[in-house]
């Protein structure tokens, strides 16, 4: 079972369907065989909120297009709390050119990313950083060159 929590505090709305979300969530879920049930929660916000969490969080003072926070599971819960997704609809609506099909792809793609983050994917590394690409590619059922932004 997967819990999917989503609240939109950005100024972009109308960009996202929960079920869309949710059976994207489910299929990384699976494809990176997680057992478990999990709670996930995604928030959408604009860039002066995001920034806010990079410098803190990150010590970067820039805003950023998604941030990922892995959470501890309270005992009495009986769902594994996975962890945040932070997303600002802000970045992709610049980075897209407020194209509405671009920025819906843009946020599965961030969203997807984010998601492997919390199931311990990292991008430190070339080798690692491939092995994210390739996997974004394959959930998103989009073209390898497509699945990364430098």
């Not at 950005?10 to 996202?16: A, D, G, N």
């Not at 949710?22 to 996930?40: P, R, T, W």
């Amino acid at each position: 079972m997967l819990q999917l929590d989503i609240q939109n505090n950005s100024t972009v709305k109308r960009l996202y369907r929960h079920r869309t979300l949710h059976s994207l969530a489910q299929k990384i879920c699976f494809g990176e065989e997680v057992q478990e049930d999990i709670e996930l929660s995604v928030l959408f916000c604009d860039d002066p909120f995001i920034q806010e969490l990079n410098q803190h969080y990150r010590g970067k003072n820039k805003s950023t297009d998604v941030l990922s926070f892995q959470q501890e599971t309270p005992v009495s819960t009986g769902l594994n709390i996975l962890g945040d997704i932070v997303i600002s609809l802000e970045t992709v609506q610049r980075f897209c050119k407020g194209e509405r099909v671009a920025m819906g792809d843009e946020m599965r793609l961030l969203f997807c990313h984010g998601l492997l983050h919390l199931l311990g994917h990292t991008h430190t590394k070339q080798s690692d950083q491939n092995i994210m690409l390739k996997k974004q590619a394959q959930y998103l059922d989009i073209e390898v060159e497509d699945a990364w932004h430098s």
